[in-house]
Nanobody, 117 residues
């Protein structure tokens, strides 16, 4: 089982990076998929999740701006972050499984996104 996150890096405020979470070893079908982030000195935050029944949730801080989307053909999913603000600076992590809306999974291989103003 392997979960790989890519797409982070340094971006200017207003940039629109897209993070990719690629999963191997198990299928994403029937599982929750989620993005989390942790800013320096802050707790792990759930950014967005698509639950196994298709329900989509976004945190208030990103609602209306970020988009989570699955790619069943690639067994992957994405987080599109248009017009990113400096407060979006954080380590971003992805996860797939069950009950992810109530979990906090800021561990493992994440990707750092640093937004400069």
């Amino acid at each position: 089982v392997q979960i790989l996150v890519s797409g982070g890096g340094s971006v200017q405020a207003g940039g629109s990076p897209r993070l990719t979470c690629t999963v191997s070893g198990f299928t994403l079908d029937g599982r929750d998929i989620a993005w989390y982030r942790q800013a320096p000195g802050s707790e792990c935050e759930l950014v967005s999740v698509i639950e196994s029944d298709g329900t989509i949730y976004y945190s208030d801080s990103v609602k209306g701006r970020f988009t989570i989307s699955p790619d069943n053909a690639k067994n992957a999913f994405y987080l599109q972050m248009p017009s990113l603000k400096p407060e979006g600076t954080a380590a971003y992590f992805c996860s797939a499984g069950v009950g992810l809306k109530i979990g906090r999974s800021c561990w493992g291989q994440g990707t750092q996104v640093t937004v400069s103003s």
